[in-house]
């Protein structure tokens, strides 16, 4: 039962009795250790698979010699967090700071692989610059801090610009007018979707449940819930479901061969993505630069706007580095400092999640959006207006759920099958957490 008390911890009280309960050791308060110098600095270790991470960091050991910070390059994801797992469970071998994804936080948690940083950093500065959903997302809801958040990724609706010109479309604002919009498009150039169901990105759906209020997961005590197969998701489900069955939109995934090339023609002459969105089409469809603009994500009530994330990531300290103070104190300064995220900016290509650091920073479109001189003001309202959500310890078996059912209902193209899904993913995940004793509700 360690691991459902250990993610029990987004409750003060049952942090506390998860630390008593199995004999672990809080990290929570200030931890001894030495005192680096520019002759004997502090070493610590970095894995990220950020690109350009370690030219950010060169700054960082210039202007502090006496931490140094080595970036140990990863594959992104799921590989580095294994490795990391794999160490914990060794009981060596891990680094200092790690690269984290949001929606791994909680199984990092339940791993006991992250260290509680809040006796490390002032809180209530740091925590100043970020949204409440960042915030929550590393300390899931309570007073403990397991990262400081790095980047997000607010959901954003793409469009060709161009072809809305050419077919007399309006840039919709509501999901039904995004419906109608589709049909009309299609209709118009049956060649031609406004976007397509994706069936392998299981975070880009979750990003449209978010959208919706859903709440995947929940805690109550030291027991979870499983909340996929309610109102909130059903609704996207079916919505896609439907649209899918009308031929309004593609079926197909993205990221494939067949994919680019409709960004390119046309045949994709939408997009919903995120903020990071100017990456993906400048490196699969660099001759459409111009075209394209970047509109709010649809939402359900335009009176009542709301957004989901559709990536994003933090940086976290290990309960395994021996020198948690100056690893906090580094990850703070890399997410928080103006030159810091300027040069994570100019570096990685992140959008910030320090939302005050970014809107002195990002002054500039994207170059690929060079003919849309409000591009990160949309972002900006995009990242205000995201709903808090809510990552469980065992992200990884509801997303391959996803994988697994929604390819079979893209392929079925029903409203139905479409429901089905999300109940049957609900299933699989409910039961995952069950069997790994996990205590649920």
């Not at 309960?319 to 300064?333: C, G």
């Not at 209902?409 to 409910?430: E, H, I, P």
Request: a negative charge; hydrophobic letters at 40%; glycine letters at 8%.
């Amino acid at each position: 039962m360690r691991s459902a008390f250990r993610i029990g911890a987004a409750l003060a009280a049952v942090t506390a009795a998860a630390l008593i309960a199995t004999g672990c050791s809080s990290t929570a308060g200030g931890s001894a250790e030495e005192t680096g110098t520019a002759a004997k600095p502090i070493e610590l270790t970095y894995w990220a698979w950020a690109p350009n991470l370690d030219k950010v960091v060169d700054v960082w050991n210039k202007a502090h010699p006496e931490i140094h910070v080595t970036v140990n390059k990863q594959d992104g994801g799921d590989p580095a967090i294994t490795k990391l797992l794999t160490a914990i469970k060794a009981g060596s071998g891990a680094p200092d700071l790690i690269q984290a994804e949001y929606q791994k936080i909680p199984t990092l948690v339940a791993s006991d692989a992250l260290a509680d940083i809040s006796g490390e950093i002032d809180k209530s500065a740091v925590s100043g610059g970020f949204s409440k959903s960042a915030w929550e997302s590393v300390t899931l809801g309570g007073d403990a801090v397991y990262a400081i958040p790095q980047d997000t990724g607010p959901m954003m609706f793409f469009y060709r610009a161009d072809l809305f010109e050419k077919y007399g479309l309006t840039v919709p604002t509501t999901w039904d007018q995004y419906a109608d919009t589709a049909k009309k498009l299609h209709a118009a150039d049956p060649s031609a979707y406004l976007g397509t169901f994706s069936a392998n990105d299981a975070g880009w759906f979750a990003g449209l449940a978010q959208q919706a209020k859903a709440e995947w997961w929940s805690t109550s005590g030291d027991a979870w819930s499983v909340g996929i197969d309610q109102e909130a998701t059903q609704k996207v489900a079916k919505y896609w479901g439907g649209l899918v069955a009308d031929g309004a939109i593609d079926n197909k995934p993205m990221y494939t061969p067949e994919w680019n090339a409709g960004l390119n023609s046309g045949a994709q002459a939408g997009w919903i993505g995120a903020v990071w969105g100017p990456g993906v089409l400048s490196g699969n469809a660099a001759d459409t630069a111009g075209k394209w603009k970047a509109a709010p994500l649809p939402n359900w009530d335009a009176s009542s706007p709301s957004n989901g994330n559709w990536g994003g990531s933090s940086t976290a300290v290990t309960t395994q580095s021996s020198h948690k103070k100056a690893a906090a104190e580094f990850a703070t300064w890399l997410n928080t400092d103006k030159d810091a995220v300027a040069a994570l900016v100019k570096q990685t290509g992140i959008y910030p999640a320090d939302t005050k650091a970014a809107s002195s920073v990002l002054t500039a479109s994207p170059e690929f959006f060079s003919n849309q001189s409000d591009f990160y003001d949309v972002a900006a309202t995009a990242a205000k207006e995201v709903a808090p959500f809510t990552y469980g310890p065992n992200v990884n078996v509801a997303f391959s759920a996803y994988n697994d059912e929604f390819a079979k209902a893209a392929q079925a193209r029903t409203v139905d099958a479409f429901s089905a899904a999300v109940t049957a993913m609900q299933k699989t995940t409910l039961a995952d957490l069950t069997s790994s004793g996990f205590k649920t509700k």
